[in-house]
Structures are given as C-alpha cells and as structure tokens.
C-alpha cells in the first residue's frame, strides 16, 4: 500500500513524535543526551540480534493471545527506497547472536553535512557513552567551520516520489554516491541535530484555548511539533533530513527534541515502546559524569556528494515545492483539560470509544454531516498483522450526533463562541430532547463503535481483505473489478478525517497531516486527567481549519461530560 503512493512522505506519510524538552546549558550537554540516547539504541539492538524481545499478548478481548512482534524487528537499519512506479524498502538481515562485534553505525546530520558515527566495530568493540559524545560534539564543531555549504540533498528526499527516483538515479552514476547511499540506508537510524525554527510556527489556536504544556525558549509544542514533521523547510531544518530512513532522532540546540518516522515498515507502538523505554532509562539513572568526552579516536567520516549540473538545479526546485507544502500545513497540538481517561472510564465506557464519539460531534457541529473516518485497529494477532480500519462514522454516532445538537444544522454555535456575548448568554435555552433519551442513543452509539471496534482488532474487519481482493483483481486480471470503481467505493476510500490513538506512558505526543486535501488528521494520546490532540488541516481549503475544529472538540467534550457526569 505504502510503497505505490507517489506524494511526498514529509506531512503526507510520516508522522512527527515530541518528546518533553531537555534543558540544554551548552553543547556538551547537547552530545551527552544524543550519547546516551544512541547507546540505549546500541543496547535494544543487541536484544533484538539475541533474540531475547520479550513476546507481547492481547491485554484485551481474547487476552493472552501472541501478537505479532515482526514490526519491531524492522525499526532499526531499515530505509525506504524512492522507485520511479513503487517503491522499496531495504531490510537488513537478522544477524546470528553470535555475531558480537558486528559493525554498527548511525548517520548524524548537523547543519545539512552528513556523517559516519561508528557505535560499534569489530576492531575496537562497542563505543562507551563518553566516546559517543566525543563523536557528536566533533560534528557540532564541525559543521559550522565547513568553507562551504553542503549540498541539501537530504531535502530532495521530501519531493514527490517519482522525482526522487529520478534524482536519486542521476545522484547513483557517482561510485563514491553511491557508497553514501550504502551508509545511509544500512546505518541503525539518522540522528538530526537541529537549529531553533521560528515562533511563526506557534500555535495559531483560539480563544480560551488551554496554554502549551511545555516550551523551548519562545516555542510552544505546535513549534516543535512542526520541527519533527518537516523540520521548517529549506532555510530551516528540512535539508538536515533523510525523510525515507524509518527512525529519525532529532535534537535542537534550544531543547526540543524527538522523531520522525517513515511509516511503511511500523506502525507507532513499535517506535513510541522504543524510544519511551530508553526516555525512561535515561531519567531514570542519572549522568555518568565519571569522565569527559574521549577523543582518541579518529573523527566521524565526512559524507562528500558530488553534484552534478543537473541535480544542482533541483535544489532550488525542491526548497519551493517543499516550502509550499510546509506553508500549506495548518496544524495544532491541542491539550483539553476539562478530564481524562479517569472520568471517561468511570462512566464504564471505553476511553477510545469515547473519544472517536467526540470527534464525530465536532465535525457533525462544524459542517453537518459525518464523513468516511479512519481510525487505525492493530491486527498484530495475526502474523505480519499491521492495522485495519475502524470505521466510526456509523448511522447510531450520526442519531446521537444530531440529538445532541437538538436539530440543528451545519456550524452549530459552539458555547465558547458565546463567552463573550452577554446577550447571546442571557437567553433561554431549550431542549427538544431529554437527558435520558441523549444517553440510550449514547450508549447506542457506544455499543456500535465497540462493536466495530472489536471485530478489526479480531480480524474482521472489511478494509484489508477488501485491499487484498482489490490487489489480486489487478495482478490476475489486469483490471479493476466494477466494485472498486463504484462511485460509492471511491467515497468510502476518502478519509476526511484520519485519525488514531497513540498512547504514551510518558507526557509526549505524536502527529501527522491529513490524508486528503479536504480533510482533517487528529491524533490523540489519553492522559488520566488530560487529552492531547494534534489536528491537522490544509489552509488550502477554505472549509477546514485545525483550530476551529479542535474549538469544536472542546465544546463537544464539555457537553458529553455534563450529560454523562453522575
């Protein structure tokens, strides 16, 4: 599936992670964190060689079944290939326990100049965290001394696919391209270092929105949401990239910090379980600061690309087409206060289902109508099992949706747009329907999104085995049957609003952009007394907008707590 898309994979396909800020008082700080962070890769990578990835099982609905664990497998030194048609991806092999001392690096890219950071090799053994940080701190001294400016060609990795074969292509007639490619793509991930983007890209939320949880200097989180999507665009971060590698670590000097990660190879409980164990470790257990940085060894290798003429003017070319999709993005990270997983449980109702019922009021609130609504089901009980679709656009959310808007129609005053008209206020409200009847047609919408919910997560589901009919009809027949070019199948297949729950044990979050021109993304990660939403939209479209409609989720919340409370 992924592998045919043709639009770039930065906003449209790879989701961006925000890990809490780090406080940073100068650069050695910056190499220790990149150092401890790289040798607790080191260390699960050694546990996956030695096979000793403990097994995970259903906590829930059929408990204890075995859940696939291939996707965990596939994190580290995995990349995708850009094809002209498809494209591929590189997988490395599994290497035997007994191989040690096996080679192992990872690329570091600071100020759009790429290096070769050796964590390990078979002639000295496995790099400690002082001698990593020994590595990192010669790029950040490095890089801005360079006579020249490196070519961005991390940033042709953020064009459209086909263009980045081409370019790729022409980039390979070169041996010692070639070889960078090699390091590239074999290297465990690629660690950014990053520089601050602007506060242009704060939040533009709305009035009586709750403040940002956490800041970087003058950046809020939608800032550095923005930086772990994109990285800001040509003059920002977005050349310091290598967008097909499946785990980006970025770090800025100001903090910030967290991922980006190319979506074919996981889903986002491989990557967030990863890097939320190593997060801990390093809290948890406090500095090593028995030494300072070794600097025996040899510096890092510089990765030299030679250009030619022709790839030379795609730079150019590559900085407007990747400006203009990151000026396009309308995203905001979103915290509702008003309760959490606690309040929604003690309603005996489950925190996922309640949520997807809130997001199907905003939208019916906002425009009308329900739309095709994706929300990703793990089916990793299954082997190679990835996601199918739960579908919570449902006719019992559409009943409940339209009760409890008591009627109305399209852009339905929400009540924080009444705050400030005391006129509006003073008026008395009627209801044409009861408590009573608004919480049946609830629990009837509860029990169909449940419903639905459980047959994905069992294994049926309808939009996998519908996608395998539709892949077995092309590579048999060569056509499409009549079904799948039913203006009613096309219809299902857009998805103005994508959404999916990641949750994360620590105060982090991740997002994404939307998958359709027209519509909405919005992740979400349930907190015991909080919601943290990322939205996303397009400012191309006149009928969309992140904050408008996460305005819509905070009334939408408001109502649902006091028809539910007590």
């Known amino acids: 599936m992924y592998m045919n898309v043709r639009i770039p994979l930065p906003i449209n396909s790879n989701p961006g992670m925000v890990f809490p800020p780090r406080h940073f008082r100068t650069v050695h700080d910056v190499a220790h964190f990149a150092a401890r962070l790289l040798d607790g890769i080191l260390e699960h990578?050694?546990?996956?060689d030695s096979g000793e990835l403990p097994l995970e099982r259903a906590a829930s609905r059929e408990k204890n079944q075995p859940l696939c664990m291939a996707q965990y497998y596939r994190l580290l030194g995995s990349c995708r290939r850009p094809g002209v048609e498809r494209d591929s991806q590189f997988l490395p092999p599994r290497k035997p326990s007994t191989d040690i001392d096996a080679d192992r690096h990872v690329?570091?890219?600071c100020r759009n100049q790429m290096y070769c950071v050796v964590l390990q090799a078979s002639d000295r053994g496995k790099l400690s965290e002082s001698e990593i940080a020994s590595q990192i701190l010669y790029v950040l001294s490095d890089a801005p001394c360079l006579p020249a400016k490196p070519a961005p060609v991390g940033l042709l990795t953020a064009e459209p696919r086909t263009r980045w074969a081409q370019d790729?292509?022409?980039?390979?007639?070169?041996?010692?391209?070639?070889?960078?490619?090699?390091?590239?793509?074999t290297a465990l991930l690629v660690l950014c270092l990053?520089?601050?983007?602007?506060?242009?890209?704060n939040a533009r939320g709305f009035s009586g929105a709750t403040p940002t949880m956490h800041t970087a200097g003058d950046r809020d989180e939608t800032n550095m949401a923005h930086e772990m999507i994109h990285g800001g665009g040509s003059e920002f971060n977005s050349g310091n990239r290598w967008f097909d590698k499946t785990m980006q670590i970025i770090i800025c000097t100001d903090g910030s910090w967290g991922l980006c990660y190319e979506h074919s190879t996981?889903?986002?409980?491989?990557?967030?379980?990863?890097?939320?164990?190593?997060y801990k470790s390093i809290v948890d257990r406090p500095a090593d600061d028995n030494g300072s940085p070794q600097h025996h060894l040899p510096p890092p290798e510089r990765l030299e690309w030679q250009v030619n003429a022709q790839v030379q003017q795609r730079f150019s070319q590559a900085a407007i087409t990747v400006d203009k999709a990151i000026d396009n993005l309308d995203f905001y990270v979103y915290r509702y206060k008003g309760y959490g997983k606690n309040f929604i449980k003690s309603c005996q109702v489950s925190p996922d289902v309640y949520i997807q019922l809130a997001l199907q009021l905003a939208h019916f609130k906002l425009y009308g109508h329900l739309v095709a609504t994706y929300e990703s089901a793990s089916t990793r009980r299954f082997l190679h099992g990835r996601v199918d679709c739960i579908r919570a656009a449902s006719s019992e959310a559409l009943e409940w949706a339209k009760a409890m808007c008591q009627g109305e129609g399209a852009n339905v005053p929400l009540e924080s747009d009444r705050e400030d008209d005391e006129e509006d206020a003073r008026k008395v409200k009627f209801s044409i329907y009861s408590k009573d009847h608004l919480r049946e047609l609830f629990r009837c919408a509860v029990a169909r999104q449940t419903e639905v919910m459980v047959k994905n997560i069992l294994g049926n589901g309808i939009d996998i085995p519908l996608l395998g009919l539709r892949e077995a009809c092309l590579e048999v027949t060569g056509d499409l049957h009549e079904l799948f070019t039913d203006e009613s199948y096309k219809i299902s297949q857009c998805f103005l609003l994508?959404?999916?729950?990641?949750?994360?044990?620590?105060d982090s979050f991740m997002g994404y952009g939307p998958v359709t021109p027209r519509g909405y993304g919005c992740s979400y990660n349930p907190q015991p007394e909080q919601i943290v939403f990322c939205v996303s939209a397009f400012y191309a479209c006149e009928d969309t907008s992140a904050s408008r409609y996460a305005k819509s989720l905070q009334d939408s919340l408001d109502i649902m707590r006091d028809l539910l409370q007590n």
């Not at 790729?168 to 793509?185: A, G, K, S, V």
């Not at 996981?266 to 190593?278: F, H, N, P, T, W």
């Not at 994508?498 to 994360?504: F, L």
């Open 498 to 506: 994508s959404t999916s729950q990641v949750a994360c044990s620590t």
């Open 107 to 109: 690329v570091v890219i």
């Open 194 to 201: 990053d520089e601050p983007l602007g506060v242009n890209f």
């Open 45 to 48: 990578k050694e546990m996956l």
């Open 266 to 278: 996981s889903e986002g409980i491989a990557v967030v379980q990863l890097l939320e164990k190593i």
């Open 168 to 185: 790729r292509e022409e980039l390979q007639l070169d041996e010692r391209n070639q070889r960078n490619f090699e390091l590239i793509e």
